[in-house]
């Protein structure tokens, strides 16, 4: 089992991920499909925990985690490259999965991400979220965004991450960046937050806001006069907000609302799709948080069709809508119309249609 020599070859075809299953042979991704490492042989058991060791490497810490939980998040280097590395088990044999960070981040504006959340950092202070399901380059975005920071501010920037993905240098920012997890630099997130506040830091960087503990700590950070930039895993800004919501007590449900529409000032959702060229497209939504917005997080009842309704008919501020998203990468013919519809309810067809229709007339008309 000679884990260098797949390494390479994921190098060499530019693949996003390798997976490393029993009873199989070892897996690439690229662009989104499934292919096998070229002259391969099945994976045995042995061969997974030789694997296994050779990831681990007798580091007692990511043992006793592993043993304890059953899996184990870390992060590797191999050649120039950083490897973000999951280990879990399956019918009690361990599997990997094994995510590539290229060294160099590829500029902000070649991401497809919208220029008002590159704008948005200029914030003294509040709440950024970039969320999506897995896979859809929230990562490489959040990087991307602290790399342009380092570059144009005069910022400390703290990042809390598990594992650490890219490393960053201090430019015209300084930058910190710290692993968490047992044995790490810190326990957990909602702990290294906390911590934060007391490192006279200007931007917080928060990997993952997954429980309520971090999502506190997190505004409490945003309160106390700092920019705090998170992920979530939700798959559009109105769920985002009602999950935020929906970490807490109903009985408590009122004071975040008003915490939440003070301080959150923008939210970015993206999807990833396989484009008309092979590539993947960036598909984004973005909701500024203003007025109108705040008022439909304020209400008792919080109401996600109102909100999306709310990022439609704010487009001159900034937000952007999932249809407009779709309907203006279909006219430049970066994804196929079935793609488009794929990614909406049925209900929204027919104003996708419509959104084509004025986007085709727009353009004819320049």
């Known amino acids: 089992m000679n884990l260098d020599k797949i390494l390479d070859e994921a190098m ?5 991920d390798v997976h490393l299953i029993c009873d199989n042979k070892p897996m690439l991704r690229i662009a989104r499909d499934l292919v096998p490492v070229p002259n391969s042989k099945i994976l045995t058991p042995e061969d997974m925990y030789e694997v296994y060791d050779y990831l681990v490497k007798g580091n007692v ?24 590395v999951n280990i879990s088990l399956s019918d009690e044999v361990p599997l990997c999965t094994l995510r590539l960070i290229k060294n160099e981040l590829p500029p902000y ?6 220029d008002i959340v590159r704008r948005m950092t200029y914030q003294p202070q509040g709440l950024i979220l ?3 399901k897995t896979n859809s380059g929230k990562s490489t975005t959040l990087n991307a965004l ?10 400390k920037i703290l990042t809390l991450e598990n594992p650490v993905e890219y490393k960053h240098h201090s430019k015209k920012s300084l930058i910190v960046q710290k692993e968490v997890g047992q044995g790490r630099d810190s326990l957990t997130f909602s702990d290294g937050v906390k911590n934060s506040l007391r490192e006279d830091c200007d931007i917080l960087v928060i990997g993952e806001i997954r ?21 979530l895993h939700t798959k559009s800004c109105a769920e985002t907000i009602d999950r935020m919501i929906n970490f807490y007590e109903v ?13 959150l000032k923008l939210v970015v959702s993206q999807r990833l799709l ?17 007025n109108i917005v705040a008022g439909i997080i304020r209400k008792e009842k919080f109401s996600v069709s109102e909100i999306e309704d709310a990022i439609q008919s704010n487009l001159e501020k900034g937000s952007i809508g999932l249809i407009n998203s779709l309907a203006e990468l279909f006219v430049k013919n970066k994804i196929t119309l079935d793609q488009a519809k794929s990614q909406l309810e049925e209900k929204n067809i027919e104003i996708l249609n419509r959104t084509i229709m004025q986007l085709k007339i727009k353009n004819n008309n320049k």
């Open 12 to 16: 060499k075809l530019d693949a996003s």
């Open 130 to 132: 970039v969320t999506g």
């Open 146 to 155: 602290i790399n342009y920071i380092n570059e144009n501010q005069n910022k």
């Open 61 to 84: 810490d990511k043992d006793d985690v592993f043993n304890k939980t059953r899996k184990l998040d870390m992060s590797y280097e191999y050649k120039d490259i950083r490897l973000r």
């Open 109 to 114: 504006e070649s991401l497809g991400v919208p």
């Open 274 to 290: 396989k484009g008309t060229d092979g590539k993947l497209v960036l598909i984004p939504e973005v909701m500024v948080v203003d």
């Open 211 to 231: 429980d309520k503990v971090t999502m506190e700590a997190a505004i409490e950070m945003a309160e106390s006069g700092h920019l705090v930039i998170g992920t």
């Open 251 to 263: 009985r408590d449900q009122a004071s975040i609302k008003y915490l939440l529409s003070a301080l």
